[in-house]
């Protein structure tokens, strides 16, 4: 079955380093990917999403790019703030009505 | 204007009672969905259903009983609850086709002692 796998946590940083959190996947087909992120105490939202091969999802100063080569969708933002601290979850649907979530990173960044 | 609502966000109850979580969404959507996030924060389906009929149904113990009313609406009932069953549920709603992104509501925290 499809399968979702992110790295794992956490991830801390300093504000306005580099971010980059990892995440590949399985899957049959051409499913549509999907940053979700998740501040604490909330539900999840979606950061950002491509649905074909090199499409470059971005948001926020977040961005992520399909590569179906290496079945990868790396989240990456320039220089990450304090308000970025949450959960990141990689996701993907594969034309069903099933999204299937990596298992989370929760990224805190420090002033 | 919330697009995926969910009452109570917060839920203690004992072990053996029966609750129920209601989820409303106003934004049109044929599809809606109950996820289970445990604590490890890892998300896994628990049911969904399109236009008031049940379309996935993973393996969820049958103590949880969803209801849709309505299209807009999608209610979880559990029976005789257990403490696995603490967790934060959250409801969903997609609409097909549409590039298959789904809108989570804030999620119920339910405890269970």
């Known amino acids: 079955g499809d399968s979702v796998t992110q790295m794992e946590g956490p991830v801390t940083l300093s504000e306005e380093a580099f971010l980059t959190i990892n995440c590949t996947y399985t899957a049959t087909g051409y499913p549509s990917l999907f940053w979700y992120v998740q501040y604490p105490g909330e539900g999840l939202q979606l950061l950002l999403k491509a649905t074909k091969a090199d499409d470059k999802g971005s948001n926020k100063g977040f961005e992520a790019t399909y590569r179906k080569e290496t079945t990868s969708f790396h989240l990456e933002k320039g220089s990450v703030q304090v308000s970025d601290s949450a959960v990141y979850f990689c996701?993907?649907?594969?034309?069903?009505?099933?999204?299937?979530f990596g298992g989370g990173t929760r990224l805190m960044v420090k002033p | 204007d919330t697009a995926v609502s969910q009452t109570p966000k917060y839920l203690v109850t004992q072990m053996g009672n029966d609750k129920s979580i209601k989820c409303e969404q106003n934004?049109?959507?044929?599809?809606m969905y109950w996820y289970k996030q445990d604590s490890k924060k890892f998300l896994k389906i628990m049911f969904s259903?399109?236009?008031?009929?049940?379309?996935i149904n993973e393996t969820v113990p049958n103590r949880f009983s969803p209801k849709s009313p309505d299209k807009a609406h999608l209610n979880l009932h559990i029976n005789s609850l257990e403490l696995g069953d603490s967790a934060v549920y959250f409801c969903?709603?997609?609409?097909?086709?549409?590039?298959?992104?789904?809108?989570f509501g804030p999620g119920t925290r339910l405890t269970v002692t």
């Open positions: 996701a993907l649907n594969n034309a069903g009505n099933m999204l299937t």
């Open positions: 969903a709603s997609s609409q097909p086709g549409i590039s298959y992104e789904q809108y």
């Open positions: 934004l049109g959507h044929d599809t």
């Open positions: 259903y399109n236009n008031k009929e049940l379309i």
